[in-house]
C-alpha cells in the first residue's frame, strides 16, 4: 500500500504549480477501515484535532457543574479560538469560577488569531496576553483536570502528571488504541501531543458521533453531554468565518482540525469516522477535500456544502481578486468491503 497518495493539484497558467499529498482514514462502527487514500496505519499527531476528546476528562468530573461554568463556556475547553471578545470573555469568566491564575499558563503572552479582534485591542491599548492564545481554552481544561486529580496546577503540561495521564488514558479509550503504543511529543502551545495512526483518529471521531460505541460508560456519558453543546454553540471551536466553527452547525457533523493539516470529522446518522492528514501541513484546502470525501462516500448536506465552496470553491485568485489558477483534488478513495 502507498505510504501517501496525491489529494490536490494546483494549477497556475496551466501549469501544474503545487501538488499536495496526504492520507485519508474512514472506518466503521467497529473501527473497521472502509475507504482509505494512503496507508491507514501511518503515525500521526493530533495536533488540535485532540481538542474534543480532551476536553472529555473535565466534563466526566463533572467540572463543568462543580464550578457553574455555562455550556457555551465548556465548548472552549475544545476549541482552538482565535480571540474574539466572546472568547476571551469567557476564558476570564472560567477562570474567576474555578479560581484559576491565567499566568499558570504555560504559553506566552500574544496576541487574538482574528485579525479583527487585533485590531480592537490595538485601538483600546491593551496589552498581550495568554488568554489570546488559541489553546488557552485547551489549557484551562487541563489545569482544572490535574488539579482535580490531585496534582499541582502548575505542573498540568508536564509529559506524566496526573493530568497528563487522565488525558492520555481518555485519549486512548475514544481512539480505541493502547497507551503503551502512543508517541508523545510536545505541542506548539507547550503540552504534550499524541500520535496515533490515522484509522485510531478516525476511531475516535466516529466514537464522538456514535456516542454509543465509547467503550467506557463514564467517558460515554460525559461525550453524551458535552457533543450537543458543540453545535448549539459552535462559534467557540475557531471563531467567526472559520470551517471549524461553521462545519460544527451541522448537526449531524463532529469535526475539528489541528495543525499542520491534521483534520477529524464524525458522522451520527452513517456511524462513521474519517481522518484524513495533508503531508505538508497545507491546510487551505480542507474544504475540497472534506467536500471530495463527502461526495465519494454519499453524504450531502445542501447548507454544508454551500459553506464549503464558499471557505474555497477551488479557484486561486491573486491579491487583486483575479482568477489565476485552479486547486483539483485528485484521489480516489479505495474501497475495504
Not at 466534563?59 to 463556556?73: N, P, Q, R, S, V
Not at 487585533?118 to 481544561?141: F, T, V
Request: hydrophobic share 35%; aromatic share 8%; glycine share 8%.
Amino acid at each position: 500500500m502507498l505510504d501517501t497518495v496525491r489529494l490536490t493539484e494546483e494549477y497556475r497558467g496551466g501549469l501544474l504549480d503545487l501538488t499536495h499529498y496526504g492520507y485519508i482514514s474512514i472506518v466503521d462502527e467497529k473501527g473497521k477501515v472502509i475507504y482509505s487514500a494512503g496507508d491507514p496505519e501511518a503515525m500521526v499527531f493530533y495536533r488540535s484535532a485532540s481538542k474534543p476528546v480532551q476536553a472529555l476528562p473535565v466534563i466526566a468530573h463533572h467540572l463543568d457543574e462543580k464550578y457553574g461554568f455555562t455550556d457555551e463556556e465548556t465548548v472552549l475547553f475544545a476549541g482552538s479560538h482565535l480571540g474574539e471578545s466572546f472568547h476571551v470573555n469567557a476564558l476570564k469568566s472560567i477562570m474567576k469560577k474555578a479560581d484559576l491564575n491565567p499566568e499558570d499558563l504555560i504559553m506566552k503572552p500574544t496576541v487574538p488569531g482574528s485579525t479583527e479582534a487585533n485590531e480592537e485591542r490595538i485601538r483600546q491599548g491593551l496589552p498581550k496576553s495568554k488568554l489570546y492564545h488559541n489553546c488557552s481554552g485547551k489549557h484551562a481544561a487541563l489545569m482544572l483536570t490535574q488539579r482535580e486529580m490531585g496534582g499541582d496546577v502548575k505542573d498540568y503540561w508536564k509529559v506524566g502528571s496526573v493530568g497528563q495521564n487522565e488525558v492520555l488514558r481518555t485519549m486512548s479509550v475514544l481512539s480505541e488504541y493502547p497507551e503503551e503504543k502512543v508517541v508523545i511529543g510536545i505541542d506548539g502551545c507547550g503540552v504534550p501531543v499524541f500520535a496515533y495512526p490515522m484509522k485510531n483518529i478516525a476511531t475516535a471521531y466516529k466514537n464522538l458521533a456514535c456516542i454509543d460505541t465509547i467503550q467506557d460508560d463514564v467517558l460515554q456519558d460525559a461525550a453524551r453531554r458535552f457533543v450537543p453543546r458543540i453545535h448549539q454553540y459552535p462559534h467557540m471551536m475557531r471563531g467567526t468565518g472559520y470551517l471549524c466553527s461553521l462545519i460544527n452547525h451541522d448537526a449531524n457533523i463532529i469535526a475539528k482540525g489541528g495543525a499542520n493539516g491534521v483534520y477529524g470529522i464524525g458522522l451520527k446518522k452513517e456511524r462513521i469516522g474519517i481522518s484524513f492528514k495533508i503531508k505538508d501541513g497545507t491546510e487551505a484546502v480542507w474544504p475540497l477535500i472534506i467536500r471530495e470525501i463527502f461526495r465519494q462516500i454519499g453524504y450531502y448536506n445542501a447548507d454544508t456544502d454551500k459553506m464549503l465552496v464558499s471557505l474555497n470553491n477551488g479557484v486561486t485568485v491573486n491579491d487583486n481578486d483575479t482568477p489565476v489558477g485552479e486547486v483539483k483534488t485528485v484521489f480516489t478513495l479505495e474501497k475495504h468491503f
